[in-house]
């Protein structure tokens, strides 16, 4: 019997550098904080979906950390979408009606790793021969490719870190949590044009976890005060375009889940309160207000300009600051966008709360490609 | 096995070198939906899904045109910057990967829509653990 799931504890620890600390402790810190909040122990859990693309059996690591109670663990490598794949297959498993109760948990730990992407093992290394591949290049390559179809421009881009970093200055778990104005954003060192550093996300280290459970179990627990619905749980590849397999294409699927997700929820854009999307990079925040359908095709640029997206704007995205001031730790992103979300459904995101938000919408998408979209709502 | 030979060899699998050395671009192109491919030796159509026998082998051509383009201005040790790193439409397909040099570090350089063709030059002298070289392509500007 399909029914509605629900998030009863979520949490990510702080982001940043744990140099002396192993990913299973990263991940059970998140894990023990939220089975804590949901109000249950690790002997309620009944099936554990897990991620972490530096770690392998990182599900197991974490439970020989908090519990080994012999539970189904499954881990998951799904780039940028694996915390939000966990929840995805929590919701799959429990509406299959398997489990009430089930764990996630996105770890990475980046401390040292550099700049992503490059170099592609091979005879010899092709770097600056076969363009770039690092991921500033791609994320600015798509940027350019937007650019000339919105006429969107380099200040356009470096005002998306304007926002999110003003806005982590109201988020205690923000990495970077400092006001960066235009002009420092658009003079600091230019990384790939049209990103500079200051429009890249963060390598750090983190980790999130959340407790999914059935409706039943919920009000079996008497837990509906704190459960947040998943209206919608969605993800998909990247379907066929003209470019492939040249240019990744992070619009294509994340339009896909998009759709997905709407349906599922009964819900239209306008329906939803606050977005939680992946600014890895700057520019792709502005290419998602499109994807996502928070406004139509060619006004990604307008909605940005007319403050739509700031808090106390329309629909306000990336509250938190998003992955450019939390950080991105890789598996960890996907349910650290839940917990964002969660914080505003609750009331209790603070200073930088979303007034009466009821619905929210969280993305994620990782190259390769594998977008995840969710919609959660506060009864 | 013998491990170096006089002749370059190829870096990508989207280019041939002859018996006398001469190299040239090669693609293959799905004779039920038309999409091209960058490659000599796909598995089936990533479009349409048609197996194999239906990919044929085509030249493409040497002139295209700047779809989206980025200057690189922080690299890896030992990739000299900046260069330009640029996705190109051939004319009539496939879509190419490269390097564009020759060129200008401005926004003007990067622009959509800017004609370039494709040159063949060693792999910027980097060999394989073998001592052997490759022959890449990198792209330039097409002078009026
Ligand atoms: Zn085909």
């Known amino acids: 019997m399909s029914q509605d799931t629900y998030i009863v504890g979520i949490h990510m620890i702080d982001f940043g550098r744990y140099p002396h600390r192993t990913p299973a402790q990263l991940g059970a810190q998140a894990a023990l904080e939220a089975l804590d909040e949901a109000g249950v122990t690790i002997h309620d859990i009944e099936a554990v979906f897990s991620g972490s693309n530096y770690t392998t059996m990182i599900g197991q690591k974490i439970l020989q950390q908090i519990g080994q109670t012999g539970v189904q663990i499954i881990n998951l490598v799904n780039a940028c979408s694996t915390g939000a794949s966990a929840v995805r297959m929590a919701t799959t498993a429990i509406r ?188 792709v925040e502005i290419q998602h207000y499109e994807n996502l359908g928070l406004c139509g095709d060619g006004e990604g640029v307008k909605l940005l300009r007319d403050k739509t997206t700031e808090i106390g704007g329309r629909i306000p995205v990336n509250a938190s600051g998003g992955l450019l001031s939390k950080g991105h730790p890789i598996a960890a992103t996907g349910i650290a966008n839940m917990y964002e979300i969660v914080q505003h459904l609750r009331g209790h995101a603070g200073e930088r709360q979303v007034q009466g938000a009821k619905i929210g919408m969280t993305h994620v998408v990782g190259l390769g490609t594998s977008a995840a979209v969710h919609i959660l709502e506060k009864m | 096995m013998t491990t170096t030979t006089e002749l370059p060899r190829a870096a990508f699998p989207f280019i041939v070198v002859d018996d006398m050395g001469r190299p040239a671009l090669t693609a293959q192109r799905c004779t039920k939906c038309g999409a091209t491919y960058p490659d000599s030796e796909r598995m089936a159509c990533g479009k349409c899904g048609a197996r194999a026998d239906a990919l044929e082998a085509f030249s493409p051509a040497m002139e295209g045109t700047l779809h989206s383009a980025v200057i690189v201005r922080r690299g890896f040790p030992g990739v000299e910057v900046p260069f330009i790193s640029a996705v190109v439409d051939l004319d009539g397909g496939p879509t190419l990967k490269g390097t564009l040099r020759h060129s200008g570090f401005e926004l003007d350089d990067i622009q959509q829509g800017r004609r370039v063709k494709v040159v063949f030059d060693d792999a910027l002298g980097r060999q394989d653990k073998n001592g052997n070289s490759y022959i890449a392509h990198h792209f330039e500007p097409l002078s009026a």
Request: glycine share 8%.
């Open chain 1, 96 to 283: 299959a009606g398997e489990f009430d109760t089930v764990l996630c948990v996105g770890v990475e730990q980046m401390t040292g790793l550099g700049m992503l992407g490059g170099a592609v093992p091979g005879s010899i290394p092709t770097e600056g021969i076969l363009g770039s591949a690092t991921m500033p290049a791609v994320f600015g390559e798509s940027g350019m490719e937007y650019a000339a179809r919105s006429g969107a421009t380099f200040a356009d881009f470096a005002q998306v870190a304007v926002k999110n970093h003003h806005n982590a200055t109201m988020n205690p778990k923000a990495f970077l949590r400092k006001e960066t104005p235009l002009d420092m954003v658009m003079e600091a060192e230019m990384i790939a044009y049209p990103l500079t550093k200051l429009m890249c996300s963060v390598n750090v280290d983190g980790a999130a976890a959340a407790v999914v459970m059935s409706e039943k179990k919920v009000k079996e627990l008497g837990l509906m005060d704190r459960a947040v619905r998943i209206r919608a749980s969605s993800m998909a590849s990247a379907p066929w375009q003209e470019r492939d397999p040249v240019m990744h294409d992070v619009n294509g699927p994340t339009r896909l889940a998009a759709q997905k997700a709407y349906a599922m929820a009964g819900v239209d854009p306008k329906d939803i309160d606050l977005v939680e999307l992946h600014d890895c990079f700057a520019s």
